[in-house]
């Protein structure tokens, strides 16, 4: 029998109203058995979502040793979701308990995964589902990964016997025992956990959006729906900033070719976006799938004669950038020339100095130049390695909106080409290459 993972987002979790909504689509098709929740989200534009309201709650707790103005907000939230609902549970003995854990705890992650768990406690109730804490569940190792076994083996157990599940999104426990988050936005990736370990036919993510659009509709006006999208294309277009779903989701699924499936719960007959597995992947003609940009990247230019021939040249390099703990993007090189791109927030004021120093006492450079304010644009599709000419097309399109490119990556899969500009072009780069091959 088929078998849906349901993950619901922020926005299906803003209040009763839409929460009834999501209660309806659950029991609109009954494979739909195992549910994961995230915090409720914005109700209207200007709102706080939970989540930033409880770390607003760790702020307070740190400074005055207890929460009660912050939690004040999200008590009022959830108090008044249970009474929309109009559901026979006491909430307020809950808010109470967690309340008086986040003071003894004091730990940001604790915190910040309240919302989940709150979301849960109301909709496994609304859905009369057993609730399963992630954090009995969902477990990281020494590293601070998934310990990925344990995790689907506690999974598979706890859903035994049981008719529907409801999972917290966002959180498991650590090897201490203590509650630890993933990145924002990770309750994408415990549904892709629990999608996992139950052996899902699909793993729908419902969100307020019809699918993935070929590129930002705040920079382009109605952009195209991506009907298929292979994890691979998914995996760069989020990676590069498309916030549809949490890049890291994927590799739970991919392994096990669970199809993702995104959805709207507030359009739910829209078809929205399937990501499968590139074997299963028609292509649907498009040269480009999408196009995604970052902002806020450096670009450490070194240039050094025969540096090819100097054996050892890019470790050295590359050692100085790992002693300072600094992850890196993209690594495009000439024959006498290597670039390194690497996002600026993990090397600012003197550590960036300490790594160009260190960069010049270890390779001896003859030229060495930084950029800041770099932004990364991935043009992604399968469609590329089959036609002549994208990245012409491209740079023309670039060109003709004068547009100057400070690099250019193409991946050695074909898949996508980036290129760095200023980050004050960054939009104007995504709108122009948008229309050279979707208008
Ligand atoms: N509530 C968390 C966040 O705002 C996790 C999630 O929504 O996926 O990042």
């Not at 549809?244 to 699924?253: E, N, Q």
Request: hydrophobic fraction near 40%.
């Amino acid at each position: 029998m088929a078998l849906k993972v349901c993950k619901f987002g922020g926005t299906s979790m803003a209040d009763g109203n839409v929460m009834n909504a999501v209660k309806k689509i659950i029991l609109s098709d009954p494979s739909r058995k195992y549910v994961v929740v995230s915090a409720p989200g914005k109700r209207f534009s200007g709102d706080i979502k939970v989540t930033d309201l409880l770390y607003s709650c760790f702020d307070e707790i740190k400074r005055t040793g207890n929460c009660q103005s912050s939690f004040a907000k999200v008590r009022t939230r959830f108090e008044s979701i249970v009474k929309e609902l109009n559901l026979s549970m006491d909430m307020t003995a809950v808010l109470d308990e967690t309340e008086r854990r986040l003071v003894e705890e004091k730990s940001e992650d604790f915190t910040a995964s309240r919302g989940e768990y709150l979301s849960a406690r109301v909709m496994a109730v609304l859905l009369g589902a057993t609730f399963v804490d992630s954090e009995d569940v969902v477990f990281f190792n020494e590293q601070g990964r998934l310990s990925s076994d344990k995790t689907y083996k506690a999974i598979a157990k706890a859903v035994e016997g049981q008719e529907m599940v409801v999972f917290p999104g966002f959180y498991g426990k650590d090897t201490r025992g203590k509650v630890k988050t993933f990145s924002r936005g990770g309750s994408d990736i415990t549904g892709a956990i629990v999608a996992r370990a139950v052996n899902a036919s699909v793993y729908e993510n419902w969100t307020d959006v019809s699918g993935f659009l070929a590129c930002d509709p705040r920079i382009v006006d109605n952009p195209k729906r991506i009907r298929t999208l292979s994890y691979k294309e998914l995996f760069e277009l989020s990676y590069m900033g498309a916030n549809v779903l949490h890049s890291d989701s994927i590799y739970p699924v991919r392994k096990a070719n669970i199809p993702i499936v995104i959805k709207n719960t507030f359009r739910p007959e829209d078809e929205g976006t399937s990501i499968i597995p590139i074997s299963q992947y028609k292509p649907e003609g498009n040269v480009v799938t999408g196009i995604a940009g970052k902002k806020n990247f450096t670009v450490i230019l070194i240039e050094k004669t025969h540096m090819n021939s100097e054996i050892g040249f890019v470790r050295k390099v590359l050692s100085v950038l790992e002693r300072e703990n600094i992850p890196i993007e993209h690594i495009p090189s000439g024959i006498d020339t290597m670039s390194v791109v690497f996002d600026s927030s993990y090397a600012k004021d003197y550590k960036l100095e300490r790594v160009i120093e260190g960069i010049k006492n270890d390779v001896e450079p003859d030229v060495i130049r930084v950029m800041e304010n770099v932004a990364l644009i991935a043009t992604v599709g399968h469609g590329m390695s089959s036609s002549i000419g994208t990245s012409a097309r491209l740079f023309k399109a670039m060109a003709q909106a004068n547009i100057n490119a400070k690099l250019i990556d193409q991946g050695s899969s074909e898949l996508n080409i980036i290129v760095g500009v200023k980050n004050e072009d960054c939009e104007k780069c995504i709108s122009a290459i948008y229309h050279e091959f979707f208008a």
